[in-house]
C-alpha cells in the first residue's frame, strides 16, 4: 500500500510539474526567440513494469532540484517531455527516437534499464544529443561507448563490485566464492570484486550462476556448504535479492559463512527480507541515514515535496539535474556553445547528498563508497570503504 | 562431491520437483482434457502466492485453514474464469486461445499492481514450521521444505486416486481421449470442463501459496514457472498425472545438477532434456488420460 500511495503522489506531482512548465511556454513567442525558450530536457525511464517505482524516484529527484533552483537552470525555463521505456531493450533505439527526432529534446535523461541504457547511449553518440544517465550501471556506457556527451550521475557496476572486494580483504577472509545471475550487471559488478578481492590477497574459488530471473538457489546453497568459503559475494536485485538473502539465512549458512553484496542485495528489500537481512554488509555510493547537513537538508526537502522518503535513485535523479545545471550556468543557458557546455559538465564538482564527487575523463562518478549495515529497514552507514573510487573506464579514449 | 552433498543435492532436485508438478499438473488437465493452452497458468501461481501474502494477517497461527481458504477461493475464481471467458474457447484455433490467455495475464498483473503495488513482500513460515534440520557439519535444511515437499506429495497421491480410482476420474480421463463419446454417453461435459478448469486453477494457486514462505512474492514471478510447466507438460505427455509426475521430478534433476556441474549450460539443461525426450517420444513420456 505504501508504494501505491508513493507512486501516486510522484505521479501527481510529475503531472502538476509538467503542467506549470507546459503553461509556461507561450507559443509563440518560443518560435520568435528560439534560444531564449526553455530547454527541453526528455526523460526515457521505465514508467511501468518491475522498475516503476525508480523511474518515477529518478524523476522526482530530477524535478526536486530544478523547483529549488526556483524552475530555471542556467536563466532558463526547463520543459519536460516522457517516453516510458518499458524496460525494454528491443524497444530502446525507437523509443529514444521519439525524444531525439520528435520532440527534439536537447537533453536526454534515462534509464535504469543497462540493455535500454546501452540503446540510449548509442542514438545519442549518433545524433550526438546530451545524455545523463541517472541509473544503468553497465560498464561500457563509460568504457568503450563513452563520448563527451555522455556522463553518468550514478555509478558503474564495476564500482560496488570494487568496493566490496576491498572490504571483504580487509576482514580477513581468504578464499570467497561469488554467485549471480548470468547477465551483464552480475558479472561486471562480479568482475569488480574479483579484482579488487584477488589484487589483496584472496582467492575467488568458485563463480557460481544461474540464468536470470532463475530464483531456485538451493542447489547453488548447498554447493557452498560443500564447499566451504571464507565468505561469499552476492549480486541480486529486486525478487531475486529477497529470495536468495532468505534462501541463504534459512539453509543456516549465515552463522557459517559471512554473506556480502553490493548495495542492490539489500536496496528497497529490507522490508521483504526481514530478519534474515539484519546485520548484512553491503558496500554502495549512498547509505540512508548519512548523517551530513546536505543529506539532511535533501531528505527533508524531498519529503516535504513529495511526502515519501528518498532513496538512492532520488539522488542520482537529484545530481543528474546538478550536472546539467553546472554545464547551463556555465554558457548562461546558450545551448549553441556546445563545447563549453560539455567541458562544464564534465568538470563539475557536484554537491551530492551521497557527497561531493567529480567526474572522470570518461564521465563516471569518481565517489566514495560507503560500507553499510542493514538495520531495521535502513541501510545504515558504517564506514567509507573506499574513498574517491574511480572506474578504470577500459576500452574508453577520452 | 561427497556423499552427504549428493544426498542433500537429490534433496534439492526432489523438492523442486514436487513443486514443479503442483502447477505442472493443473496446466496438463486443462491443456490435455480441454484443449486449452493457457498461458494464464503461471498468473494463476503468482496470484496464489499474493493470496498467502494477503490472508496472512487474517489466519495468524492457522497455516493449513489459510491454504484451504486460499485453495477454495482459487477453484471459485477458476470457476467462474471458465463461465465467462474460457468456454467461450473450445471450439477456437490455438492462435485465438494464446491471444485471449496472454490479454489475461496482463489484465492479472496490472490488476495485481494496482492492488497490491509492485513491492517485493515476504511471508513468514507459521511457527511450528520454521526450524531447521542440520545436515552436513554446514548446512541444515528448513523444515518448512520438507513440509513443502510432503504436502505436495500429498496432492499428488489425492489426484492419482481421483483420477484412477474415482467415477469423476474416469470420466475426466474418458474426457482426455474422446470428448465427442463422452458427451453420446449423457455426461454433462460443460460441468465437467468447469470442475476441471478450477481444479487447474485451485493446484496452481496451491503451489504458490505453499511456495510462497519459501520464497518471496514478487512481480511476474508467474513468468518463468509458465515456461517450465509447459516444458514438464511436454515432456510427460499432454493430459497425464503420472507423466507430469515423472517430468517434474526429472526436471528437478537436471536443472539441479545441472546448475552443479555445468554452471554455464544450466540455462538449457531442461530444453535439452525436453528435445531428447521428443526424439525418442515424440508423444512424451506417457499417453493421453494415464
Redesign the interface.
Known amino acids: ?4 500511495k508513493l ?1 501516486a503522489t510522484a505521479a501527481l506531482a510529475t503531472t502538476l510539474a509538467l503542467s506549470t512548465a507546459m503553461s509556461m511556454v507561450v507559443p509563440g513567442e518560443a518560435h520568435a526567440q528560439a534560444a531564449a525558450g526553455p530547454v527541453k530536457v526528455g526523460f526515457m525511464l521505465p514508467y511501468t ?2 522498475y ?2 525508480l523511474g518515477n524516484m529518478i524523476e522526482a529527484g530530477f524535478k526536486l532540484y530544478v523547483q529549488e533552483q526556483g524552475g530555471k537552470l542556467g536563466g532558463r525555463e526547463i520543459q519536460y517531455f516522457k517516453v516510458d521505456d518499458e524496460s525494454e531493450p528491443s524497444k530502446a533505439t525507437d523509443n529514444v527516437n521519439k525524444l531525439i527526432k520528435r520532440d527534439q529534446v536537447d537533453v536526454l535523461v534515462g534509464t535504469v534499464h543497462s540493455g535500454v541504457a546501452l540503446g540510449m547511449a548509442k542514438a545519442a553518440k549518433e545524433s550526438n544529443t546530451l545524455l545523463i544517465v541517472p541509473n544503468a550501471g553497465a560498464d561500457a556506457i563509460t568504457g568503450p561507448l563513452c563520448s563527451p556527451n555522455i556522463v553518468r550521475s550514478s555509478f558503474s557496476n564495476w564500482q560496488p563490485g570494487y568496493s566490496t572486494g576491498v572490504v571483504v580483504a580487509q576482514k580477513g577472509h581468504k578464499r570467497a566464492m561469488t554467485i549471480t545471475w ?1 547477465y551483464a550487471a552480475g558479472s561486471e559488478t562480479v568482475k569488480g570484486f574479483t579484482e579488487a578481492f584477488e589484487k589483496a590477497g584472496g582467492k575467488v574459488v568458485k ?5 536470470f ?4 538457489f ?6 557452498i ?2 564447499q ?1 568459503p571464507d565468505a561469499v559475494f552476492a549480486f541480486f536485485a ?2 531475486g ?3 536468495f538473502v ?2 541463504y539465512a ?4 549465515d552463522k ?2 559471512p554473506l556480502y553484496g553490493s548495495g542492490f542485495l539489500t536496496d ?2 529490507l ?4 530478519a534474515a537481512a539484519q546485520g548484512l554488509q553491503t558496500t554502495l555510493h549512498y547509505a540512508d541515514n548519512l548523517d551530513t547537513p546536505r543529506n539532511n537538508a535533501f531528505r527533508k526537502s524531498f519529503a516535504l515535496a513529495y511526502k515519501a522518503n528518498a532513496d538512492v535513485y532520488a539522488v542520482q535523479g537529484y545530481d543528474a539535474a546538478q550536472i546539467l545545471a553546472a554545464g547551463l550556468a556555465a554558457v548562461k543557458g546558450d545551448l549553441s556553445k556546445r563545447e563549453a557546455l560539455t567541458t562544464a559538465m564534465r568538470k563539475t564538482t557536484v554537491d551530492s547528498p551521497r557527497g561531493r564527487f567529480t567526474l572522470s575523463a570518461a564521465g563516471n562518478p569518481v565517489q566514495d563508497m560507503y560500507l553499510r549495515e542493514a538495520k531495521g529497514t535502513n541501510n545504515e552507514f558504517k564506514a567509507v570503504a573506499v574513498k574517491a573510487l574511480a572506474d578504470p573506464a577500459r576500452g574508453c579514449k577520452l | ?2 556423499a552427504t ?1 549428493f544426498l ?2 537429490c534433496l ?2 526432489v ?2 520437483g514436487l513443486l514443479l508438478f503442483l502447477v505442472a499438473s493443473g496446466l496438463t488437465l486443462i491443456f490435455g482434457i480441454m484443449g486449452v493452452i493457457n498461458l494464464a497458468h503461471g498468473s494463476f501461481y503468482m496470484i496464489g502466492a499474493y493470496l498467502a501474502f494477503a490472508l496472512a494477517p487474517y489466519f495468524v497461527g492457522q497455516f493449513l485453514p489459510m491454504l484451504l481458504a486460499g485453495t477454495l477461493l482459487a477453484a471459485l475464481f477458476g470457476f467462474v474464469l471458465e463461465w465467462v471467458f474460457f468456454s467461450f474457447l473450445y471450439r477456437r484455433e490455438h492462435l485465438q486461445q494464446v491471444l485471449m490467455t496472454y490479454a489475461l495475464i496482463l489484465v492479472f498483473e496490472e490488476s495485481r499492481s ?1 492492488l ?7 511471508v ?1 513460515p507459521p511457527a511450528w514450521l520454521a526450524g ?1 534440520i ?1 545436515l ?1 557439519e ?5 523444515v ?2 520438507l513440509f513443502a515437499s510432503a504436502a505436495c506429495l500429498v496432492v499428488a497421491a489425492l489426484l492419482y486416486l481421483v483420477v484412477h480410482r474415482t467415477r469423476l476420474g474416469m470420466m475426466v480421463r474418458a474426457g482426455a481421449s474422446n470428448r465427442e463419446m463422452v458427451r453420446g454417453l449423457g455426461i454433462d461435459v460443460r460441468l465437467l470442463y468447469r470442475g476441471v478448469f478450477a481444479a487447474g486453477v485451485a493446484l496452481a494457486a496451491l503451489a504458490g501459496m505453499i511456495a510462497a514462505p ?8 508467474g513468468g ?1 514457472v509458465l515456461i517450465v510447466s509447459f516444458v514438464i507438460v511436454v515432456i510427460g505427455g499432454i493430459g497425464s498425472i503420472t507423466g507430469a509426475l515423472i517430468a517434474s521430478l526429472l526436471v528437478g534433476v537436471v ?3 545441472g ?2 556441474f555445468f ?2 549450460l ?2 538449457i539443461g531442461i530444453y535439452l532434456l525436453m528435445a531428447v525426450v521428443l526424439v525418442w517420444r515424440p508423444e512424451g513420456l506417457m499417453r493421453r488420460g494415464h
Open positions: 500500500m505504501h508504494l501505491i507512486s513494469g518491475t516503476a517505482s548470468n563463480d557460481l550462476n544461474l540464468p530471473p532463475n530464483v531456485e538451493q542447489a547453488l546453497l548447498t554447493e556448504a560443500a566451504k529486486g525478487g535479492a529477497v529470495k532468505k534462501d534459512a539453509a543456516g549458512l557459517t559463512i528497497g528489500t522490508e521483504a527480507q526481514g | 562431491m561427497d552433498t542433500v543435492q534439492n532436485a523438492q523442486y494496482l497490491l503495488g509492485n513491492d517485493v513482500h515476504g513468514q531447521s542440520a552436513g554446514l548446512m541444515s535444511y528448513p518448512y521444505r519459501m520464497s518471496s512474492v514478487y512481480p511476474g514471478m518463468s536443472d539441479t545438477f546448475k552443479v554452471p554455464a544450466s540455462g
